[in-house]
């Protein structure tokens, strides 16, 4: 037979794509190739041109996969350790921020991600699964120095009014802050906040009636002033403006 690089025509891959259009390969010869495949390494370091990954990317835009081939890819993906412990470069983890900069998710996104995640419930973590995530958190920066809008924080806080705590959480979050003692730069803050709360309390107070008749709610009052929701509502039952 001979050897050398061949190129195959537009018309010669159509036809070929034809003929396999709808062929089902049984589970004998599925198993064929992935024990074949299995260490393949000949496309190992191979990379797809700009034109190649764009064809790629047409090719699959619109596709959905069907409930059974989705099940299949989680069996398959299940206990897949293949990247386990892999750190990105500094350099990679630049262009992923860069790819997701000024990316909007939209309205349609957004709901069905919310109609998946809706009343999903995760079994109780062990022991040993909460150690791990305890460790993993220590020393997060992730968000450090981040401040999160008044948009932001009052979608937070409407999604958690009204929102019950069991009895288990209380105990736990009692225990969790048992025995902790705050910062010295903590311990200075507050200080700073109560001497800032005492010399300025009447304009704080007639900031927040004026803010309070324009229909804000304790929290967000709070929000704006750097003050307590339950301070807030405190100082204004006195002077007789707040009403529920």
Known sequence: ?????????????????????????????????????????????????????????????????????????SRAMMGNQRRLGHKASAETLAKMSKAQAGKIVSTATRAKISATLTGRTCAPFTQEHRDKISRASTGNQACLGRKISHSTRSKIGASNTGRPVSDETRKRMSKASTGRSPSDAAREKQSAQQIRMHNEKPILVARAKKLRADGLTGAEIGRILDISSPTIVKWLKETGTWLK
Do not use: D, F, W
């Open 1 to 73: 037979m001979p050897t050398g690089v061949y190129t195959r025509t537009a018309k010669y891959r159509a036809q070929v794509a034809k003929t396999r259009t709808g062929t089902k390969l049984t589970a004998v010869t599925r198993a064929k190739i992935s024990k074949s495949m299995i260490g393949n390494q000949r496309r190992l370091g191979t990379k797809h041109s700009a034109a190649t990954r764009a064809k790629i990317s047409k090719a699959n835009i619109g596709r959905v996969l069907s409930a059974e081939h989705c099940a299949k890819i």
